[in-house]
């Protein structure tokens, strides 16, 4: 970057090399600059430096001479602590993988854990570090979407592979809400102006179509995309049907702040075969979920800054234990809001803030019996819980640490929250990072009141609480890089359902008292933009569990303890690219095999067995053109994330992508 100083105090930017401009958060005071990218934001966690932030997913990338602009470090929605996070997947450099689906794109991470019940993402559950699916808070831009009835459905949000920029790995949040850790997913257009075609078709009359564009102004960008998915199914009843809307605006009032906006919606039907009972095929379920949410952040002179945020998901969902014969109705309302203020002073900077989560449901089974109906709904329950908390982080030369002290509100009683961090970077490249903090998660609506021929409910239940502790060590250069991290987490009140033949041999909602979990994690790899290699990764992750229970389990014990990915990606002739990525996975526990279909009073207990997966995708790509054929499971391994429930063999797809834009 070419400077010219005016004066002493105002610096002057001539020349913009898309490089990171996260520096200038840095300057802490205002920066003239003569050509810079348009509709521009920051969206920063506030816990960590200025330099090591990310532009926001709504910057554009366009260049261009404009009239002198001041740059201000814009954040979004506060978090109560988070020092570091975790790079789960990001769109530049994961183009050419074999990713249509976030499910597919998770599933070679070793931190996240990720359990399917049918193909191409149709329904599953996210699991980070050893714990359920239950234990995951979800965010999208920000915002919390976590559903309060089943962790089933948290990340069924409406939005493809296609508009997501990036998801990243969040841990170190106490207070309620991500037990075991939160996955943060960000969208954003591909460019400021342009309009993107794809169509796909393949096995199992597999259709995807996409549709998605943006335009942007100087103050202004609106990003929307629309979907359809769907396939007449790979065996009996996993045909499924699935249509998402979505769509963001943003815009920069001047001294008014800045305003992120977001609305979507998800339309899915699908055959269930053995989804939530293995020996019964006929199962189906349609979902229906909207969401909407507005963000508002603004500085307040060099030391002040606020935001406030709200965002709402509502979610309807229809389960037939015969397809065709309704059996449960749920209609879920989940409300979240968030309120902050930073001040910056000589000796770091302090954050104080507080967020508020309402969750209603009605429900034909779930929550407490109401006198008179609501049409179909024959229960209703709702809840009120809060986190307040106060924060402190400050950076010296090579060092950072945060803390921070809380409280949170349930209808369970109040809990305080704690958090504490360091980070140190004692060479170029090299990083060290530690924390401590206390988390937890509410018993939810499904565990607390669901009942069936087959389970049995449980009005007792706790919070799930634990204390954790994680370290890490990263390195990267010249393209080269590793990472080392270990975590331990002492849980207490762990809720599961737990397979009891003195109950009858049904399904129980119970708590154990203890159940540690230690990990460990490693990832190393190469990655260029240039040349034949680019890109070879290779990573492992091992957990264990203190608690040892014969009994099956559905959560608890069929965690993942070993898990090994390798990844390489080739570009042997210009504009060709070849990605092969393969899964090792060894999942602890066992599981109730049905020998007979449909009858239920037969079971054999069998262990899991080791899978791996391989995947690929072959692509020809132009500056508007993009042709692609594609496999999963290529060896047509048989295999199941979730006891007896099969997953598809070989699926083959091929298709085209059409962009026109400028930047």
């Known amino acids: 970057m070419k400077t010219q100083s005016l004066s002493a105090a105002t610096p002057r930017f001539r020349r913009w090399s898309r490089k990171s401009w996260s520096v200038f958060a840095s300057f802490h005071r205002t920066v003239s600059i003569g050509v810079l990218s348009v509709s521009m934001s920051l969206v920063l966690f506030p816990s960590q430096s200025a330099s090591a932030q990310k532009a926001d ?61 049918g193909g191409k993402g149709t329904q599953a559950d996210i699991s980070i570090r050893g714990g359920s699916f239950d234990q995951t808070m979800i965010l999208l831009n920000g915002i919390d979407f976590t559903d309060a009835r089943t962790g089933h459905q948290s990340h069924s949000l409406p939005i493809d592979m296609e508009a997501v920029s990036s998801v990243e790995l969040i841990d170190g949040l106490p207070g309620v809400g991500a037990y075991a850790g939160a996955v943060h997913i960000r969208t954003a257009p591909l460019m400021p102006t342009y309009l993107r075609l794809e169509g796909t078709g393949g096995s199992h009359g597999y259709a995807y179509g996409n549709l998605s564009g943006a335009v942007s102004g100087e103050r202004i960008s609106l990003f929307a995309a629309a979907s359809m998915r769907r396939s007449d199914g790979y065996r009996h009843n996993t045909d499924f049907d699935t249509y998402n809307a979505y769509a963001r605006l943003t815009a920069d009032a001047r001294r008014g702040g800045l305003f992120d906006i977001q609305v979507g919606y998800q339309d899915r039907e699908f055959g269930s075969n053995g989804f939530y009972a293995a020996y019964n095929p006929d199962q189906w379920e349609h979902t229906s979920t909207a969401i909407a949410s507005l963000r508002w952040t603004n500085d307040f002179g060099r030391r002040f800054s606020t935001g406030a945020s709200v965002g709402y998901r509502k979610n309807f969902d229809r389960y037939d234990w015969q397809r065709g014969t309704p059996m449960n109705r749920h209609n879920t309302d989940n409300v979240s809001a968030r309120l902050w203020t930073d001040f910056k002073w000589g000796h770091g900077t302090t954050t104080l803030g507080g967020d508020y989560a309402y969750n209603h449901i009605y429900s034909t089974n779930l929550g407490e019996k109401m006198p008179h109906p609501v049409g179909d709904y024959l229960c209703e329950k709702d809840r009120h819980t809060g986190n307040l908390w106060v924060r402190h982080g400050v950076n010296f030369r090579k060092f950072e640490a945060s803390a921070s002290i809380g409280a949170a509100f349930t209808p369970y009683g109040n809990k305080a929250s704690w958090n504490f961090a360091v980070g140190y970077l004692p060479v170029e490249g090299l990083r060290i990072d530690a924390g401590v903090w206390r988390s937890m998660r509410l018993p939810t609506f499904t565990d607390l009141y669901y009942t069936s021929p087959a389970q049995i409910n449980n009005l007792d239940l706790v919070p799930e609480r634990a204390t954790n502790v994680r370290l890490g060590i990263r390195y990267s250069r010249n393209g080269w890089f590793t990472s080392l991290d270990g975590y331990f987490r002492a849980g207490r009140n762990i809720i599961d359902w737990v397979w009891r033949e003195d109950l009858g041999n049904k399904w129980h909602s119970e708590q154990s008292n203890r159940l540690n979990t230690f990990g460990v994690e490693w990832t190393g790899g190469y990655r260029s933009s240039r040349g034949v290699l680019r890109t070879a990764t290779l990573s492992y992750a091992y957990t264990t569990t203190s608690r040892h229970n014969s009994l099956p389990s559905q959560n608890a014990m069929d965690y993942l303890r070993h898990k090994a990915v390798a990844q390489i990606e080739f570009s042997p002739l210009r504009r060709v690219t070849l990605s092969v990525t393969g899964t090792l996975s060894d999942r602890n526990g066992n599981y109730a095999f049905y020998p007979v279909v449909g009858n239920a009073s037969q079971s054999i207990l069998r262990p899991f067995k080791a899978t791996f997966l391989v995947d690929a995708r072959l692509q020809w790509a132009s500056e508007k053109w993009c042709f692609y054929v594609e496999g999963t499971n290529l060896t047509d391994r048989r295999h199941f994330d979730l006891g007896g429930i099969i997953l598809p063999g070989a699926w083959i797809s091929g298709g085209v992508v059409f962009t026109i834009g400028r930047n």
């Open 57 to 117: 997913t709504t910057s554009s990338i366009r260049t261009q001479r404009i009239r002198e602009v001041s740059i201000r470090g814009k954040q979004s929605v506060a978090m109560r602590n988070a020092l570091t996070t975790t790079p789960l997947f990001d769109r530049k450099a994961d183009a050419a993988a074999p990713f249509r689906t976030l499910e597919a794109a998770l599933r070679l991470q070793p931190a996240i854990d990720i359990r399917e019940r």
